[in-house]
């Protein structure tokens, strides 16, 4: 059985807690976190010992959930890794690209397996597009637009929606294309913490990302907006795919092949042919496929955590690397900081390549077993 033992009783580490409880091959050992009633409730709920520091619950635990705030996770996520604790951590990873860095060479240096909980990664809607996107994973252009909004929630206050909402689709968008970011220009502004005169915790940005191989990503996140959205478009020269990740449904439209092939060309035709043509062209040489769990059986509902928390344990148990990696959400950690400090300084800012040396949907293996 693996001991795993949970650093952060809040809600996310609940959530954790409840999966791991429930998992076959794992025992859960102990929870840690200031927060006495946080702390009191999940060690009754699961009757696992409470800890009141890290020293003490590392002895006890082969790995550690951390799901404690965003700017606790390089201190916490250092000492666990350092003494060999596997480690599924929260996104974002960190809230700087060279802390995220410094965590990510401690996992590899001691070969234990560090996953970070970017969970849409495992929302089957992500998953059953996977076939259709062969091509702009093969590198074709792609233009992609991504919008993920909720109302405020008071959780996340020590970081900005960039990191907090935005960060889940820049890791999606980074895995998916295979070509360098060149450039990003953002913008962004608080509304509940204007009196901290700090961009940093923005609370509505928009950022635009450009990449070597004519990819434009579009990305927009509101953690104070009327409705919930979490929705993307991505568009090639063959098909454009919405994705909507809340319903777990997908959209697909596409030309019929006489389109694709470039065997239709309108400059060619006659005007009376062209008038003729126009009042059904869309329905006859287009078509708009519908993908739901009534249609797809994929698509059924699961339950992404629980997923994440599997790939987690099966990472562990056969030494391999989990789905989203520390060194592949690396990636997702330097945009997101490349477009608040586009935001703060209200201008494009060409993108560090360095901080990428690899394909972003690279794993590294596991120095040792």
């Given amino acids: 059985m693996l001991k795993l033992g949970i650093i952060g009783a809040g809600r996310l580490g609940s959530f954790h807690a409840d999966k791991a409880a429930a998992h076959k091959t794992v025992q859960l050992v102990g929870v840690l976190d200031p927060s006495e009633p946080a702390r009191k409730n999940l060690a009754e709920k699961y009757h696992i010992q409470e800890y009141f520091t890290i020293e003490e619950l590392i002895p006890n635990a082969d790995a550690v959930v951390i799901a404690s705030p965003t700017l606790l996770h390089y201190k916490l996520g250092e000492i666990c890794l350092q003494n060999g604790l596997h480690v599924l951590m929260e996104k974002p990873m960190c809230d700087s690209w060279n802390n995220a860095q410094k965590l990510v060479e401690t996992a590899q240096q001691t070969g234990v397996v560090f ?38 929630t008071f959780r996340s206050t020590d970081i900005g929606t960039v990191f907090d909402m935005m960060i889940h689709d820049l890791d999606l968008v980074l895995s998916l294309i295979p070509s360098p970011v060149l450039w990003i220009d953002a913008a962004g502004f608080n509304t509940l913490n204007r009196q901290l005169n700090d961009i940093a915790l923005e609370d509505i940005a928009n950022a635009q990302v450009r990449f070597e191989n004519g990819t434009i990503a579009r990305f927009y996140s509101s953690r104070v907006a ?33 389109v694709l092939q470039g065997l239709f060309n309108p400059k060619l035709l006659a005007p009376d042919t062209t008038t003729k043509l ?23 509902a699961v339950d992404a955590l629980a997923k994440e928390m599997d790939d987690f344990v099966e990472s562990i148990q056969t030494s391999r690397q989990p789905r989203v990696s520390g060194h592949r959400a690396l990636a997702a950690v330097a945009v997101a900081e490349t477009i608040v400090e586009s935001i703060r300084k209200k201008r494009p800012i ?20």
């Fill in 115 to 152: 996953q970070i909980g970017h969970v849409e990664e495992f929302n089957p809607a992500w998953l059953v597009v996977q076939a259709e996107l062969q091509e702009i994973k093969n590198g074709a252009p792609a233009i992609i637009d991504a919008v993920r909004t909720s109302g405020y």
């Fill in 278 to 300: 126009a009042p059904n062209f869309m329905k006859e040489h287009f078509t708009t496929t519908e993908m739901t769990s009534d249609t797809v059986p994929a698509l059924t």
């Fill in 350 to 369: 060409p993108f560090n390549t360095q901080k990428l040396k690899e394909p972003a949907c690279e794993n590294k293996p596991l120095v040792k077993t």
């Fill in 226 to 258: 009327p409705d919930t959205t979490r929705k993307m478009c991505i568009t090639s020269m063959s098909s454009s795919i919405t994705i909507d990740f809340a319903a777990r449904t997908v959209k697909k439209f596409q030309p019929d092949q006489l």
